[in-house]
């Protein structure tokens, strides 16, 4: 990641239960997530049709509907 400290230290406020601390590290995330779809996908055949995008999309929209660990039922 391109700045791996500034996500410890939003990955400890989160676990503090500072909420936006999730909003500012969702997004650093997301970006290195994507960078990292392209870069494999620059590796694979031409033929497949999922795109780097759709997919970490898609797994951002999974991490995000997840519940929290430190909610309760």
Do not use: C, N, W
Request: charged share 30%.
């Amino acid at each position: 990641m391109s700045d791996t400290g500034e996500v410890t230290r939003l990955l400890g406020e989160v676990g503090r239960g500072k909420k936006d601390a999730m909003h500012q590290l969702l997004p650093l995330v997301y970006d290195e997530l994507h960078r990292l779809a392209r870069s494999y996908f620059r590796r694979e055949r031409g033929e497949h049709t999922l795109q780097p995008t759709a997919l970490v999309t898609e797994a951002y929209i999974r991490m995000v509907d997840q519940k929290s660990p430190m909610e309760t039922s």
